[in-house]
Structure formats: C-alpha cells, structure tokens
C-alpha cells in the first residue's frame, strides 16, 4: 500500500473536520483536490519539483482542521435544530408509514402461509385455530413487526437527518439514537393504547431499544430495502414461531366447536328437583354470548340474563320460594369433550326476582384473557341453588386494552 | 508582508468584498479567485486560500452567489462561482461601506493642521 503524500493526509484531516452528509463532504473535498491541482501545477511551472510543489500547495491552504470546521458551519447555515427535527418527522411519517405496511404485509403473508399450515396439524389432530390469532400469535406479530420497524427507522433517519440538518451521520446518530428512544418510550408507554397482554407488555418496550442500537449502528448512506439474507432468517423464524405457537395451543385449546357436556352438581341441583319449577311457565333468555370493554378498564357483560315468568301470581309463589336470581361469571375449559367449570366465580350479580327479572354482570378486565361461561342461579332462604340457564359458552373475556404505564403502573 | 496582523485582520473582514468584487467580471473557481485577488492588488493581499473556501460557501449560502461543477479547461471539473442579484446588491453595500469607512479612517488618521497665532 503506497504512502499517503502530503495531499492525501491533508485532505483526511480536512475530511475529518467537515462533519457534513457524505455527498456534500465528498463536494467540497473535490472542489479542494481541485484547488490542490491547480496550485500544484502552478508551482511545478515556477521550476519547483512536483513533491515539494505538493507540499506548498497543501501549505497555501492552510491548517485543515480549522478548514474544514469552517467549511462545515459555512454549509450548515440555518437553524440546525429546526432542521434536525423537521428531518426527524419528516423522515418518521414517509418511511415510517411506508415501513409499518411493508412490514404487515409481509408478516401477513408469513402469517397466512403459518396459519394454513397450523389449520392443516390442527384439522388432522381435531382442533380449529379460530380463536388463535386474535392471541399470543397476534401478540408476538405485533411485537415483531414493532422491533422491525423501530429497528428499521433507526438504520434509516440519521442519513436523513444528517442530510436535513447539514451533519454527518456520525455527527447525528448517538444524539437522534437517545433522542429517538426518550421520544419513542414516552410515547409508547403514556400515548399508544392497545389491547394489551403479557407478550406485547414485555415486547413493546424493546422497540425503542432497538432504534437506539440501530441508529448507533446506522450507516452513513442505508439502503431502503430489507437485506435479503436476514428478511428471510426473520421470515421462516417467524414462521416456525407461529407453527410452534400454533402447535402449543392446539395442546392445551380444544376445538370448540364440538359438543361437550358439564357436571353442574357442585353448582347446584336441577330445576326438576323442585315442582315449582314444573307449575310455573317460566323462560330464561340470553341477550348475546361475549363480553364488551366499558373503557374505562372494566367490561360490562353484554348478554344479561332474563328470567320471565308466565303471570304475576306464579311470580309471587316462585318468589316466595326463590327470591333472588343469581348470574355468575366462572372460568371454564373443555377437557375431552367435558366443561370444566371454575369452582369460585370471577363475578356475581343478583336480583330480587320478579315476573321479568334481569340480571347484568360488571367484570374486571383481566389481564390475562380467560375462557369463562355464566350460570343463572336462583337461590332460595336456606341457600339452595337451582340452575336455571347455562351455562353457556365458553367463551373469552374482552382483553385489557390501556397503555404501558397503566399495564405496569396502574395509572 | 501577507503576514502583517494588521492586513490578515482587515483582510479577513474585507474578503467577502474582495471575493463578490472579483466575481462581478464573470464566472470563476475558487483557485482563480484566489489568484485575481493576488494578481490586482499587485501582491498586496496574499489571502491565505484556505480562508477563501467558507467566504464562498457562506456566500452561496446567502445567495450572494450560485455555483455549479463544469469541467475546466485542464479536465478536471471545477465548481465554477456566480454572483447574483443579491450578490450585486451585497458589493454595493460593502462598496459604500468601505468608502465611509476608509474615508473616516483617513480623517482620523491625517494630521491636524497646526493651531495658528497661540
């Protein structure tokens, strides 16, 4: 490897000096090597031999430290902060958006490609996957995609903003990685609200994490495309996750779409054990089968259940004997084609009875979604219980829906 | 003689002028600025090339001049400066300003003339 003359080394240190964007740097420091020629060609017209004439055209331009500082204010004239940031936003909002559908577009199709795979075992092995991706395979989607497109923007704004603001990258990248990581948690954990359980509480906050790794690591002139080896890696790696989680479930969800049977004995006794019950023309109905978020972090049980009795006189004998009509919420699982139901109920709600009597449940959002059913008691004075509907379902509770610091904090 | 404090500080103020009153005959490179201002002030002003470079970038950054890379006559492209409108009108103020000034400087500095009959 030749030695560097004069030249070279001056115009590295000038280089280093500039902190501008690459083509600008690259910009001046031609207009520089030109200047160097010429000078350089002047002197070896004057008699002077072409080493030392090197050498007196690097003098004449003086010392390249202060150059090249003065040069890269010169360029950079203009509200640098109002740049920076003009390029931060501007460079969020196109690429960002841009990003964000790249990235759900190809998750889906891995997700697609995953779930006919995982329908394919499931359906062989007698299970459905209906009620999988609205869970952790969402989840862990969704936290994918929020990684990659942190980790993306990150690769991509300090060129941006480096260009924006008249920096060099490396002028830029430390100071936006911190900035972008401060203004990323703070959003995520005070502003974004979402359906929120334990995989996307513990992912989520990666994300800004990510943008600070990788705007330190950015390079000063990033490509937009996705790298082909490591889209692919994050492709099948996704997919074996989804077919591993898909595969998982299948283990432990049954199907829920075959009959099943439940042992209400320990709940309480059947209505037949009671002539009441065959003297009076009664009904019991159900508004609807799920739950719904008030949003305000409880649920309101949708479907209330109502009890109607035929007329006023057998309402006040069936009173007298029942006098309250119980709804109870209680977890519930299927287990080879039997109901397994929650000893203790999640939430209990009652009325007097009456010729129509309609009971509604408030519940908790859980944090951690359940399979649940309802049973409609009625109980009478000494504390027996007649079932008189369900139960029903299973079916999920609504998930936690708030933001990061409600999730951790509470707030 | 280009080494002189007092002239590298005047000339540090002054090269804006010097670089605006140089462009204002026709469209050059930096290495020709530099030498038209060595040349017409018969060596006087020996600028220090170095600090030519942020004058001509700054200027441009003001619109004072527009510059574009065009091959030279030896090859190699240059990036070849032009003054503007608002160059023009920048010289006109720096031309008025310097005549007020050197004309105060040259009050100041002449001898007063002897009190008479005291």
Known sequence: MPEPTDRDAWLAHVAASLDLPGDMAADVLEELRGHLDDASAAWRDAGIDPVDADRRAVRGLGDPGALGRDLGRARRRGRFLLAAVGGAVRGTVVFGIWAWLVLWLVSALVGVAGFLIASTILHAIGSSTSSYLGGPLGSLMTVGITLAWFAWLGRILPARVATSARRSVRGVKVALGVTGMIVGTVALWSFVGTDMDPVLALGLPLGPVAFLVAAVRAPDDPSLRLPARPAVTLAFGALAVVIAVVGALATTTPSQDGSWEADLSAFGVDPGSYPIFAATDYSIGWGGSSLASAGDGRAVLAEAATLTIGDEAQAAAFERQFPVLQLELRTASIVDGHLLIGTRPLAVASSPMSVQTEVQLDVPVLRTPLDVTTLAVAIAPDGTRVILGGPDGPFSTPRWHGTLMAWWFGA | ?118
């Open chain 2, 1 to 118: 003689m280009g080494s002189d404090p007092l002239r590298t500080e005047l000339l540090k103020g002054a090269m804006a002028y010097l670089v605006l009153a140089v462009l204002r005959e026709g469209e050059q490179y930096g290495y020709q600025v530099a030498q038209h201002i060595r040349e017409r002030s018969d060596g006087a002003f020996a600028p220090s090339e170095g600090s030519l470079y942020p004058t001509l970038h700054r200027l441009e950054a003001d619109g004072a001049l527009t510059a574009t890379w065009r091959a030279g006559d030896k090859g190699p492209r240059r990036r070849w400066y032009r003054i503007t409108e608002a160059g023009l009108g920048a010289l006109a103020g720096h031309e008025a300003e310097w005549d007020a000034f050197t004309g105060a400087v040259s009050r100041v500095a002449a001898p007063r003339p002897e009190p008479s009959g005291a």
